[in-house]
């Protein structure tokens, strides 16, 4: 066998293996045996079948079958052991109806793309900004009061009285097609507001009306565009794109009774016997509350710094590999000939790039992931999705079967694998970068990303 790269325009290159009969013929002929084993021929018992008829009949798929395995199998070990860096799988050029297989030397080409070099600018990425979430006396009692009122006893009233100011109100809005009629994947939304926090013009088309109450409004008529978009959680562009009508619908009117601040209440969200004043369980949830929306700060973080480090990371790609491997992805003769190929294009180079990237910071930094790492991972993601369900008693091997279960489908232990490296690739560069810090509020953090 005999392999060797011949490097083309840039970092395009073509690949080839140069197979004789002496690199498979031992092999070939325990494969004809195992043929021989198998195969019913009238005339012949099972496995008394002439090795000639044998071979007539079957060496060219036997030996096709065989060269296929060893190909694959010696290309990995060339790429291993001479440390090749590729961005992709390497493309045959080649069919199977090509090849003659009835030659004894055979040669088999495949185009591959090496990997470009990599130079992270460390500097661009300090001029981020990483937003340390800093909760306000009011904003802690806010979500205390939330929380009493989850756990309070619902009383359920007929009417909104706009005077009665302990009185919440859920609200079912959806938007109308031109005929006025729902519209099936139109925006709906179904909202709960005390009377308190209602927006007044909201006030006055639900006073005095029952649960059940309809109507059709024009949403500008109702709500202006911030309260739209602080209700539906969308950003002004996408208001602007909604349809003027929307029906209102009244899904329920109740007060509820908060339970007292007392050792019941402070065991239901802390272990039991933890906290046991007013003081110290504001004090705590404060510090849950904090560090929540400081993970999701660092995770804004890491999404601007993948986004930077492709903005600012130029890297010359084999245009020629990239351009095949997308018209064999999308099963086209030409460029031309897949839809939308621009914005496809750029999204396959945008994760492709990320790809090369990741993978080299991983070798630099050393960074691995076990198949123990993917299985115990995926242990505690199935854990925790029981656990929202109330069943904390499953057992490890029970445990076990899920994942390896789940890991074997569709591709997902690569996926797995792939996330983990991401997120050891993030926290090498989080703790690489220098950011500028802010302190914010809660409340302008998720301003700041609802406008994102």
Aim: net charge negative.
């Amino acid at each position: 066998m005999e392999i060797s790269i011949n490097k083309q325009e840039g970092l395009d290159a073509e690949l080839s293996v140069k197979v004789s009969e002496a690199d498979y013929a031992a092999d070939l002929d325990k494969q004809l045996n195992e043929y021989r084993k198998k195969v019913n021929i009238p005339g012949f018992r099972q496995g008394k079948v002439p090795m000639g008829v044998v071979r007539k009949m079957f060496l060219k798929d036997a030996k096709r079958e065989l060269i296929d395995k060893f190909l694959q199998r010696s290309i990995q070990e060339y790429i291993t052991e001479n440390n090749l860096k590729l961005i992709l799988n390497p493309l045959s050029t080649y069919t199977a109806e090509d090849i003659d297989w009835a030659k004894d030397e055979l040669e088999f080409t495949y185009d591959i793309g090496l990997r470009p070099e990599i130079n992270i600018d460390i500097e661009k990425l300090n001029k981020l900004t990483r937003y340390k979430i800093e909760a306000s006396e009011e904003d802690i009692q806010e979500e205390i009061s939330k929380l009493r009122k989850q756990a309070g006893k619902v009383n359920h009233v007929d009417t909104v009285d706009r005077n009665n100011a302990d009185l919440s109100v859920t609200l079912h809005f959806h938007e109308l097609d031109e005929e006025g009629k729902e519209m099936k994947d139109g925006l709906h939304k179904v909202k709960l507001f005390t009377l308190a926090e209602m927006p007044a013009k909201l006030v006055d088309l639900v006073d005095g009306k029952e649960k059940g109450f309809k109507t059709n409004v024009k949403w500008a008529d109702v709500l202006s565009t911030d309260e739209m978009t602080d209700i539906f959680g969308v950003d002004k562009s996408t208001i602007k794109d909604l349809n003027a009508d929307f029906e209102v619908e009244i899904r329920g009117v109740f007060t509820v009774e908060e339970p007292e601040m007392n050792q019941e209440f402070f065991d239901q969200y802390f272990e039991p016997g933890t906290v046991t004043s007013e003081e110290d369980f504001t004090s705590e949830w404060k510090k849950l509350f904090e560090n929540y929306f400081n993970q999701q700060s660092e995770n804004v973080l890491a999404r601007e710094i993948k986004q930077a480090i492709l903005d600012n990371t130029e890297l010359k790609m084999p245009k020629n590999f990239l351009d095949k491997y997308m018209m064999l992805s999308y099963n086209a003769q030409n460029l031309a000939d897949i839809e939308n190929y621009e914005e496809k294009r750029k999204a396959f180079d945008d994760e492709l790039k990320w790809l090369i990237i990741s993978e080299y910071v991983a070798e630099q930094q050393n960074i691995t992931i076990t198949e123990e790492d993917v299985i115990d991972y995926t242990k505690e993601m199935i854990r925790g999705e029981f656990g929202r369900s109330g069943m904390t008693d499953i057992e490890d091997k029970q445990l076990q079967e899920y994942a390896i279960n789940y890991l074997t489908k569709e591709n997902n232990f690569n996926r797995t694998s792939l996330a983990l490296r991401d997120g050891k690739v993030f926290e090498h560069l989080l703790s690489q970068v220098q950011p500028q810090v802010e302190t914010i509020s809660q409340k302008k953090f998720e301003e700041m990303n609802r406008k994102q």
